[in-house]
């Protein structure tokens, strides 16, 4: 693959991972992207079965009806998903993983130093890259010599909101009862999907975790190590 021009950021989700799962949710809420493969709607970065393993998850182009996961969906070629690692503290990328569309597969490239942080991004075509067929009604899911696997591909939207009952809250129409329990609610998500791209890593390819302050009340207390990690989809210039 030759070098590709700039890729400019258009979204992007934050959080500090530790060795639990966090979660970032969004949904069709950015009207210049929505209904495309640059449209974030949800960032989990988690600890694999593997402890020393390190999963992130993104999820794109949601919401979408059965239907559409084979007629109206795909990834575009012209938009770089990229999972910006920070293992210093300093809420800079210090490593990036990239994915791209090539045909139908998915393209990685690291995790691996960018040649640039923050906006602007180009891909590390010299960095060897790891390749996934995108997933249709089978999936695909490999794993390499270095310990990494790779799915991308259409999956249920894993969100779990009750709209209905969201906006009747919103409109005071409820108060103050406020939301039903878990066996009385219903979840707007449960037959819709997304895209997904999934990338599972040894730790000892993202260098150690920097450690974290919590001032609470007047104290100070040490956190686990733990990455800064977010998650950007920038399209081509």
Do not use: C
Not at 19 to 41: C, E, K, P, Y
Not at 93 to 116: C, H, M, T, W
Request: no cysteine.
């Amino acid at each position: 693959m030759k070098k590709t021009k700039l890729f400019t950021v258009i979204g992007a989700f934050s959080l500090l991972l530790l060795s639990f799962i966090f979660m970032s949710l969004d949904h069709i809420d950015a009207t210049n992207v929505a209904g495309t493969s640059s449209d974030i709607a949800d960032f989990y970065a988690f600890e694999g079965d593997n402890p020393d393993n390190t999963v992130f998850v993104v999820t794109v182009q949601g919401i979408l009806a059965p239907g559409d996961v084979t007629e109206n969906a795909s990834f575009d070629e012209d938009v770089l998903i990229e999972f910006n690692i920070d293992n210093t503290g300093d809420f800079e990328e210090n490593l990036v993983i990239q994915a791209i569309k090539r045909g139908d597969s998915i393209y990685f490239f690291g995790p691996a130093i960018p040649n640039q942080t923050g906006l602007e991004s180009d891909i590390l075509t010299s960095e060897a890259s790891h390749i996934v067929q995108i997933s249709t009604i089978e999936e695909t899911f490999i794993t390499n010599e270095d310990g990494m696997s790779f799915f991308a591909g259409p999956r249920r939207d894993p969100s779990y909101f009750d709209v209905n009952r969201f906006i009747d809250v919103a409109n005071g129409d409820v108060a103050p009862q406020g939301f039903y329990p878990p066996e009385e609610s219903s979840d707007f998500f449960l037959e819709l999907n997304t895209l997904a791209i999934v990338v599972e890593v040894p730790n000892s390819l993202l260098g150690n975790a920097p450690t974290h302050i919590l001032e609470s009340q007047g104290n100070i207390n040490g956190l686990p190590p733990a990455y800064n990690v977010w998650v950007s989809t920038k399209r081509k210039e």
